[in-house]
């Protein structure tokens, strides 16, 4: 890979964006390599969890300037398959059947909070600044909608989606944009231990609570969605995994799904 660096350790597989001379900005290039990269990794039952990182003092600035050159010539159907690779990319971070933790250890602007939200946990330095700058260009943040809207909530993005402004972590956390906000020497405990946490629980119970989170939010509480709940706790109570959880947890042992150290 040209862009982007893995490492994995005790289950956590960390990717990280490597372009710190241009911010971590993206570009067709970097939106390929993550697509490529989560798709391998949401196959491999031996990864956990992944954390979502970056080198340098940006987390991600949004389009690469050089990608934004060529994007000014094209036709709207050369911007049509354009903006589907990165909406792809963005469905595919979400979709992980693993869960996902961004580590921000920088500032974010415009398209780089779309991979922010896209993770299911979000940990940033107390010095990040974000902003959702498109507006400023003439552009709107309208593929990575659908993830920061959820993520931080219709009304702050009316506030944030039309006036570019920028605004410091501690209100990234207040609106819930971020879980948790830390002190810079302090970024990779917090990470290590919300990883640690999610490797400790059942590894399939943890997929299908994030995929019961998907199922149920901002859905009605109809019959049919009761019974997809119903069917989904049976389900789970009858796996091998869930007879192993409740076995250990009543013979006061650890569980089988532990990793060793």
Known sequence: ??????????????????????????????????????LELGKRPEVRCVVL??????????????????MAGYTREENLADAAGLARMLEVIDTCPQPTIA?????????????????????????????LSETRLGLIPA??????????GTRAAHRWFLTAE?????????????HEVVPQAELDAKV????TALVNAGPNAVKACKQLVHDVAGHEIT???????????ADIRASD?????????????????LLPG
């Open 192 to 195: 290590h231990e919300i990883a």
């Open 241 to 257: 995994e869930g007879r192993e959880g409740v076995r250990s947890f009543l013979e006061k042992r650890k569980p089988n799904w």
């Open 103 to 131: 580590r921000v250890q920088g500032d974010v602007y415009a398209g780089g909070t779309g991979l922010v939200a896209a993770c299911d946990i979000a940990v940033a330095v107390d010095s990040a600044q974000f902003c």
């Open 53 to 70: 990182a970056a080198n340098g003092p940006a987390f991600c600035a949004g389009a690469d300037l050089n990608w934004m050159k060529r």
């Open 143 to 152: 593929t990575i909608s659908p993830y920061v809207v959820r993520a931080m």
């Open 223 to 233: 019959p049919g969605l009761i019974r997809r709940t119903v069917e989904g706790i």
């Open 1 to 38: 890979m040209k862009h982007l660096l893995l490492d994995t350790h005790a289950g956590v597989t960390t990717v990280t964006l490597n372009r710190p001379d241009v911010r971590n900005a993206f570009n067709d290039e970097v939106i390929a390599e993550l697509t490529a990269v989560f």
């Open 166 to 178: 920028r605004f410091p972590a501690s209100e990234a956390h207040r609106i819930g944009f971020v």
